[in-house]
């Protein structure tokens, strides 16, 4: 079972940046994907940005352009640079990976976007 473990969130000001971590118990070399999402109070949760075991990236059309996705594999870790955010950027955002048809989530750490 892959444990993840997000840090980064705090509180920014609107068009400032964030990095966001993932830290993984166990490698993900060998994980296909690794997924950010996230969830703003009184919404469903999001897809924002996916990054595959060969480094591939795609994002959200709402993000696209202004937050990319990283891994370094040896030190089990993906990131999410985020850049210009704004105040839809408000939210908890999770780390998920997906290996053998199953998904992994952690706990999510919260990102205030303020005005």
């Known amino acids: 079972q892959v444990q993840l473990v997000e840090s980064g969130g705090g509180l920014v000001q609107a068009g400032g940046s964030l990095r966001l971590s993932c830290a993984a118990s166990?490698?993900?070399?060998?994980?296909?994907?690794m997924r950010w999402y996230r969830q703003a109070p009184g919404k469903q949760r999001e897809w924002v940005a996916t990054i595959s075991s060969g480094g591939s990236t795609n994002y959200a059309d709402s993000v696209n352009n202004r937050f990319t996705v990283s891994r370094d594999n040896a030190k089990n870790t993906v990131y999410l640079q985020m850049n210009s955010l704004k105040h839809d950027g408000t939210a908890v955002y999770y780390c998920?990976?997906?290996?053998?048809?199953?998904?992994?989530w952690g706990q999510g750490t919260q990102v205030t976007v303020s005005s």
């Open positions: 166990e490698s993900i070399f060998s994980i296909p994907y």
């Open positions: 998920n990976a997906f290996r053998r048809s199953q998904d992994y």
